[in-house]
Structure formats: structure tokens, C-alpha cells
């Protein structure tokens, strides 16, 4: 399976951006597509999970209520919609892929996209 992360750019505080990322290769429903961040300095963070048949999604505590990750039905693209964008929230953006269930350690996932950055000024 080979990811390709897209999307990432500047913005304002409270603005927005939507990420994709988008399988190719051997692709199953069976699998989970998360995302993930890493801002300098800090390790790898959990963001959002959902399951490649847009079933079950999970999403860490600190983006509850603002970012929104779907499975696009036409493509095979998992979306990762983000509102009300912190500064916080500035960092490199990774969609990885699994084949165990919703899960939010990195170490379970088996594929990565390159990243892309998200940058959020103040």
C-alpha cells in the first residue's frame, strides 16, 4: 500500500484546511487509515482514525469538535477536515494505514505517506 499525503499549507488562526490521502496499491476494507503530527522537537501524536470502510472513526481529545475524518466513497481518499485551526496545531501531518482495528499507536501502523505541513499562524 503506498500513501500520498496532500493539503497541507499556512493559515490564520481559526481558519481551515482540508488534508487527503489518497492508497494506492493493494487496498482492503479490512484496513484503518489514521493521522497523525509531529511538531519539531515534540514525538509523533496521535490525530484521527477511521476505518477504510468509513465505518468507526476515533480522534484524539485535543482536535474533539474541530477536525473530521471520512472516507471519500468515490476515491480511495481519507479526508481530514480541519476547522478552528490553533497555532498549536502547527506541525507535519502523516495519514498511515493498518490492518488492526482503530488504533492510535503509531507503531501498529505498517504504512506512512510522506508528510505534509501545516502551518498556523497567530
Known amino acids: 500500500v503506498q500513501l500520498q499525503a496532500s493539503g497541507g499549507g499556512l493559515v490564520q488562526a481559526g481558519g481551515s484546511l482540508r488534508l487527503s490521502c489518497t492508497a494506492s496499491?493493494?487496498?482492503?476494507?479490512?484496513?484503518?487509515v489514521g493521522w497523525f503530527r509531529q511538531a519539531p522537537g515534540n514525538k509523533r501524536e496521535f490525530v484521527a482514525a477511521?476505518?477504510?470502510?468509513?465505518?468507526?472513526?476515533f480522534y484524539a481529545d485535543s482536535v474533539k469538535g474541530r477536525f473530521t475524518i471520512s472516507k471519500d466513497s468515490a476515491k480511495p481518499t481519507v479526508i481530514l477536515q480541519m476547522i478552528s485551526l490553533k497555532p498549536e496545531d502547527t506541525a507535519v501531518y502523516y495519514c498511515?494505514?493498518?490492518?488492526?482495528?482503530?488504533?492510535?499507536?503509531?507503531?501498529?501502523?505498517?504504512?506512512w505517506g510522506q508528510g505534509t505541513q501545516v502551518t498556523v499562524s497567530s
Open positions: 498511515a494505514a493498518t490492518t488492526y482495528h482503530i488504533t492510535w499507536t503509531a507503531d501498529l501502523y505498517d504504512y
Open positions: 477511521i476505518r477504510w470502510n468509513g465505518g468507526s472513526t
Open positions: 496499491g493493494r487496498t482492503s476494507s479490512s484496513y484503518s
